[in-house]
């Protein structure tokens, strides 16, 4: 069994609306391998290795359904086994996923095996491992090939635990993170250990473990300066012991004996009980104690014992929100077990696992436990009496096996005054007082006590999951204290997609809600722009410049264009958006990384529509768009039409849905806004710079989902409008997107389509244009396209031009120079261009030139580019031959008033033709059986 290739979605994607992974592979020999054909031997040593597999339902729905699948007569492949493996080797790590789907591609012995993961990482590596251990138990033949002799299950079980745990946010962190879910806060892992990123944009704050973005360095520094600690403890009048610093042995041990026996020794700025040492009886104790902690500071701290049972007070924002009393790792003597044979029974608890992947941390035999037996004048096959309990940590820490049971209820007021007094004095946000006492319920000022230490980023392992004892949510007071109920942890997001026209509208959008006065994060095929400035150039329309908006601290909405490739690579970088449009789908991009059809690259596309949560905005024009209506949870569907007649969306608008509809008037075509029942006009087409009087309808429609979306965010009708009147589809504002230049003497637009559809709405433009000479035309089409699409794209424009200038792009794609012209001079010729008309040129600043050089006045040159900045460049900095003087256009050949051909299209939305479901947001289609 091979890995042939690996996507990893990060986000929602289109199996699933949580992150996933997907390995394509290639069972070669083994395809003729069914589990069946493997026998018993194989399914259970399986089981013998992962015994939970009996659990999985697989497609009976009940636990054993997945060992009966490979039981039965005919058996399952190991491609689905593969996937079951995978998904429990996650689970025994304590990852809680459950979600996998394996689909043969078509192929002999080839499979799409996806699985659910909440880390990358730690599903990649549950996937390896998942293949040596399935390799490891084929039979003697075929584990020759495929197996590797290094291969040792109980070993690398355990150690893809300790790294999963490693790689996985710690309790505390992970507590928090699911306190912020819980309230519906998204967040963002900011590095491999535990700093988060809670909220977006300018809402933002930062945790690592519990220290958080409110947590002042001052405080910090001061928790960790034991000394200074102490004393400021010591001027308040709270409860602490006498304490001294020593720098040598013999300063440790003449403290030692002017406090008086016995003592505690600790690091100076340890943390989580490393190196301390309590209860020291004699001189030689504390020599020996000094070694071990000045291992870790360099000055140590020596401090009188004070009896009693060690507690965590934990203070969130001046309030006392849990209490434990930690008891190191022991064990209890019952008079058969030996000391060894008790720590395996105490090991067995089902709640203990390896560090922190279980409630419980396993007993560990090393160096503390061996000298807590030797003290005790004990071996690991002494035999403890009834009830006799032998310590084997000195510390009480959960991460070497001690236990936490939940004192919050009868922690007394005095004692839980003391405490936030304490953290107070200290000035923490999120502080831990640890706590002497041997009667939590009971004053510390009748039955003595005192605090220990007082610490920063306190665990929350102890409140949260508890030996004994009810559970805390100490996140949720955490969370509450960063975002209090009813403020803000997110900005107005909007994801647009589409096959055509998301730049533009996304940069629509963007214009209209800063001139709302928003500081706006957009992504796009151009770059990144935070405020309208270009922080990042290129092709960024994935999860990592979405993440770079998200992550700003300036920014206040969010407008992610998303585009097709991102989807099938890496999936959305966000669980949900505010708004989300799918703007159509067309022709483009099939062929590639297995979207073959039309309907395939809708249901990708369809992932940014099922994860909006305010509104979902639909073309209802475009029959495979308005299927997706069924697919939203959205709490609004709104239609976009440019057909006002469209039976479905009136019948949405009567329900009281939304629609942005263009509609005939006196005047030309307004675009109108429907909601709840009520009609707005917004604008006359005529008005918006963007579609060239009303003549560019893809503008035209373009705006018309800007206004859906831009509604949907809250925008005002008069900052929609203000909006529109502004955007100028120039170069400086919308790059590559109907540029046009007018300072020649015939005129020049550039456009970045690349495909059928596109270029068919520019070619629609340029005929409803005045033009008194020539139409001339610059085509290009991406390499990476399918022969057939390329000869569409120009068959698109075949007829409307009277020269064509066929060009290959700077970057081939995998073609060779030449073909892709050859192919478009195909498709021109199939639409009935004349050979004379067709111009061959592979450079495509030659054929730019070229085209220029014969335009003259009156002429109109239509280019479409690749590389968009340099082609605008050439354009403007041409300088046309003497002989080509500016003229004025031949008014006799302007075409009357333009005006679109709204009818049609009734037909293919008749009710009898859908099944019509309505809800409180309005009418949608059904969705068909195969959705």
């Known amino acids: 069994m091979r890995i042939l290739s690996t996507d990893v979605y990060v986000g929602p994607n289109r199996y699933a609306l949580f992150p996933c992974i997907l390995h394509q592979i290639d069972l070669e020999e083994l395809e003729r391998w069914p589990t069946a054909k493997l026998g018993n031997a194989f399914i259970d040593g399986l089981l013998q290795a992962v015994p939970s597999l009996a659990e999985h339902g697989c497609s009976y729905g009940e636990p054993g359904g997945l060992v009966r699948r490979m039981r039965e007569d005919d058996g399952t492949w190991l491609g689905h086994v593969f996937e079951h493996v995978v998904l429990e080797i996650q689970n025994i790590a304590g990852q809680d996923v459950g979600f996998g789907k394996t689909r043969g591609t078509g192929k002999n012995g080839v499979y799409n095996v996806v699985f659910e993961t909440r880390d990358q990482d730690i599903g990649l590596e549950a996937s390896r491992l998942a293949q040596r251990l399935i390799h490891s138990l084929l039979p003697d033949r075929l584990r020759e090939r495929y197996a590797d002799p290094d291969f040792d299950w109980k ?46 944009g300018k809402y933002q704050r930062r945790i690592q473990a519990t220290i958080t973005s409110e947590t002042r360095h001052i405080a910090v520094e001061l928790s960790c300066d034991k000394e200074m600690a102490h004393g400021i403890f010591e001027d308040l009048g709270l409860p602490v012991p006498r304490q001294r610093t020593a720098r040598s042995e013999r300063e440790a041990l003449r403290v030692a004996d002017k406090i008086g026996y016995p003592v505690v020794v600790k690091p100076y700025d340890g943390n989580h009980g490393r190196g301390v040492c309590i209860n020291l009886g004699s001189p030689d104790e504390v020599s020996e104690a000094f070694e071990i902690a000045s291992k870790i500071s360099r000055t140590v701290v020596v401090e009188n014992y004070i009896k009693g049972f060690d507690h965590r007070l934990l203070v969130v924002n ?46 560990e035999w090393d160096v503390q436990a061996e000298e807590a037996l030797k003290k005790a004048g004990l071996n690991r096959d002494s035999v403890l009496a009834p009830d006799q309990i032998l310590y084997l940590r000195k510390t009480a820490n959960l991460s070497t096996g001690g236990t936490a049971v939940d004192v919050t209820d009868i922690v007394h007021p005095d004692i839980r005054t003391m405490a936030v007094r304490a953290a107070s004095a200290i000035g923490l946000d999120v502080c831990g007082v640890d706590f002497l006492t041997e009667d939590i319920s009971q004053s510390y000022r009748t039955h003595g006590g005192g605090i220990c230490e007082i610490n920063a980023a ?8 508890p030996s004994e004892g009810t559970p805390r949510d100490v996140g949720g007071a955490v969370i ?18 589409g096959t055509n026209g998301k730049t533009t509208t996304s940069r629509m959008l963007s214009h209209i809600l800063k001139l709302a006065g928003h500081t706006v994060g957009f992504t796009s095929t151009d770059g990144v722009y935070i405020d309208g400035k270009l922080t990042v150039a290129g092709d960024m329309t994935g999860p990592v410049a ?27 970088a966000v669980q949900r958006v505010d708004v989300a449009a799918c703007l159509n789908v067309q022709s483009d991009h099939l062929g590639l990384r297995g979207i073959d059809t039309l309907d395939e690259l809708a249901e990708v596309k369809r992932t940014v529509v099922e994860i909006a949560t305010d509104t979902a905005v639909l073309n209802a024009d475009d029959p495979r768009v308005l299927r997706m209506a069924a697919h939203t949870q959205a709490r609004h569907l709104c239609y976009v039409t440019m057909n006002p007649n469209h039976p479905l969306v009136r019948q949405h608008i009567r329900a009281g849905g939304r629609a942005v509809v263009l509609e005939q008037g006196m005047n030309g075509h307004m675009v109108a806004v429907y909601d709840k029942g009520s009609h707005t006009p917004l604008i006359w087409t005529h008005l918006i710079p963007s579609t060239l009087e009303g003549r560019a309808m ?26 529109l009147r502004t955007f ?25 389509a690349h495909n059928a559809h596109g270029v068919q709405a520019m070619t629609k433009l340029t005929d409803q244009l005045p033009v008194s000479g020539k139409r001339i035309v610059v085509l290009a089409a991406p390499g990476d396209r399918r022969d057939q699409d390329v000869v569409d794209l120009a068959r698109a424009s075949a007829g409307h031009y009277d020269e064509y200038y066929c060009k290959t792009d700077d970057q081939t794609r995998g073609r060779s120079r030449g073909e892709v012209p050859e192919l478009m001079r195909k498709g021109l010729k199939d639409g009935g261009v004349r050979d004379e008309q067709i111009h061959l040129i592979d450079d495509e600043q030659e054929a730019v030139q070229t085209a220029l050089e014969s335009a003259r006045a009156g002429d109109l040159v239509m280019v479409f580019c690749d590389r968009i900045a340099r082609t605008w460049k050439q354009i403007i900095y041409f300088k046309p031959a003497a002989g080509v003087a500016a003229s004025k256009p031949d008014l006799s050949t302007e075409p009357d ?26 009418v949608y289609i059904a969705p068909e059986q195969s959705d």
């Open 480 to 497: 509450d204290m960063l975002f209090p109920p009813g403020s803000p942890s997110s900005i107005p997001t909007a994801a647009i997609t």
């Open 318 to 363: 001046g309030k006392l929100v849990a209490a434990a009393k930690r008891v190191p790792g022991h064990v209890i003597g019952d008079g058969k077990h030996s000391v060894a044979e008790l720590v395996d029974i105490v090991n067995s608890d089902p709640r203990r696992g390896v560090g922190h992947e279980k409630v419980l941390t396993r007993l």
């Open 546 to 572: 979405a993440n770079m908006v998200l992550r700003d601290p300036t920014v206040d909405a969010a407008v992610l264009e998303t585009a097709r490739g991102g989807l099938l690579r890496r999936g959305m």
């Open 728 to 752: 100028a589809t120039s170069f400086f504002q919308a790059p590559g997107r109907m540029n046009v230049f007018d300072e020649h003497p015939f005129k020049v637009i550039m456009d970045y």
């Open 698 to 723: 893809h503008n035209v429609q373009n705006a018309m989902f800007a206004t859906a979306l831009a509604h949907g965010m809250g925008v005002s009708r008069e900052n929609i409008e203000h909006g």
């Open 458 to 465: 306190p665990g929350f392992r102890m409140h949260v999951q």
């Open 155 to 200: 070993r690398d079980r355990d150690d893809y635990i300790r790294y999963a745990q490693k790689r996985e946010l710690g309790p505390s962190t992970g507590s928090l993170v699911a306190a912020a879910e819980k309230r519906g806060i998204p967040w963002i892992r900011l590095n491999n250990q535990s700093l988060v990123q809670l909220g977006y």
């Open 897 to 922: 008033a333009f005006v679109p051909d709204l009818s049609g299209g009734e037909e293919a939305f008749e009710n009898e033709q859908y099944e019509i479901r309505s809800d409180e947001r309005g």
